[in-house]
Structure formats: structure tokens, C-alpha cells
């Protein structure tokens, strides 16, 4: 019988993929076709036209992108920097936000973090765990940051202790 199709990942199956459903009868194109319930959705084993193979091949060669850019950045190439921030900015900023809830401040824990960072990368010492290696770096940025701004809050405490509060008449 027909089973409703779940909804494509990443536009494979999609309109003009395999299976295309025309009537509402699932052609048979390929191993797309509706033969039964959807193995992927049910939580059985994954069919061989599954995307975790290519999402491994994507990621082992991001992985030598990135490595290949960790290497140049570590001899001093500002433009490989430039790409492996880039790449890493959006995560990093979310991080930040997450830890200490205000725009600016977070903003400024990522600057800092990418600061360490170049400073830092000669030191790295395995380039393949420089995602890893930055995020720590951001979690000590957010630490600094946050224990930064209460110091500034007590400072402020007290200075204003200082003052003795005016007294209304009764």
C-alpha cells in the first residue's frame, strides 16, 4: 500500500528526484521507489543512497580543508586565519551568547577568543583539534568577560555604599 513519503532531506527525493510521485503513485525510479514504509523514517537501518555517507565524505575533506588552513595560519597566514574564523564565527558568537546574555559583551569574548587565537596557534599542537582548541579558548574569553563585568558591578556596589543614603524627614 501506499505510505505517506516524508519530507526530503536536503532536496534529494525532491520533486524531480528518484520516486517522483506523479498521481500520487510513487514511480518506480530507482531505489526510491514506495515499495513499503520509509526504512529512515521507521528507524531501520539505512538505505545505501543514505546522506551519512556523504555527509563523512564532505567532513573528511573539510577536515583536510581546515587542516591545510590551520597549518597556513600557523606560519603566520593572515587569509587562512581569516577562512577558519569565518568558517567558525556564527558558532562561536552563539556560544558566547549563550554564556553571558548581552550583544556587545559577547562580541567582545569572540574578539578576544580570536585574539588568543593567532596569538596562540604556533602552539597548537595537533592543527585537527583546532575546532575543539578555539571553542575552549571562547568558554575562557566568556569566563574572563563575565568575572570581568562583576568586578565592575562590585566596584560599583561599594562606591555607591560610600555614600550615606539621604534620610527623609519624618
Known amino acids: 500500500g501506499h505510505h505517506g513519503r516524508a ?28 515499495d513499503g514504509p520509509n526504512p529512515e523514517r521507521c528507524g531501520h537501518t539505512a538505505p545505501p543512497y ?3 555517507a556523504a555527509r563523512r565524505a564532505a567532513h573528511t575533506s573539510r577536515g ?6 590551520v597549518e597556513r595560519a600557523r606560519t603566520g597566514d593572515h587569509d587562512a586565519f581569516a577562512e577558519l574564523a569565518g568558517a567558525a564565527i556564527s558558532r562561536l558568537d552563539a556560544t558566547a551568547w549563550l554564556m553571558i546574555r548581552d550583544a556587545d ?14 596569538r596562540d596557534l604556533p602552539a597548537l ?21 563575565i568575572r570581568r563585568v562583576r568586578r565592575h558591578r ?5 562606591t555607591d555604599l560610600s555614600d550615606p543614603p539621604a534620610i527623609a524627614d519624618t
Open 7 to 34: 519530507a526530503p532531506l536536503n532536496g534529494i527525493g525532491g520533486r524531480d528526484g528518484p520516486g517522483r510521485e506523479v498521481d500520487g503513485t510513487a514511480s518506480s525510479v530507482g531505489p526510491a521507489a514506495d
Open 50 to 52: 543514505s546522506l551519512s
Open 64 to 69: 583536510v580543508m581546515q587542516r591545510d588552513l
Open 105 to 118: 559583551r559577547a562580541t567582545d569574548a569572540v574578539q578576544n577568543a580570536l585574539v588568543r587565537a593567532w
Open 125 to 145: 599542537r595537533d592543527p585537527d583539534r583546532f575546532d575543539a582548541w578555539l571553542h575552549r579558548l571562547l568558554i575562557h574569553a566568556c569566563i574572563d568577560e
Open 154 to 158: 562590585l566596584d560599583l556596589d561599594i
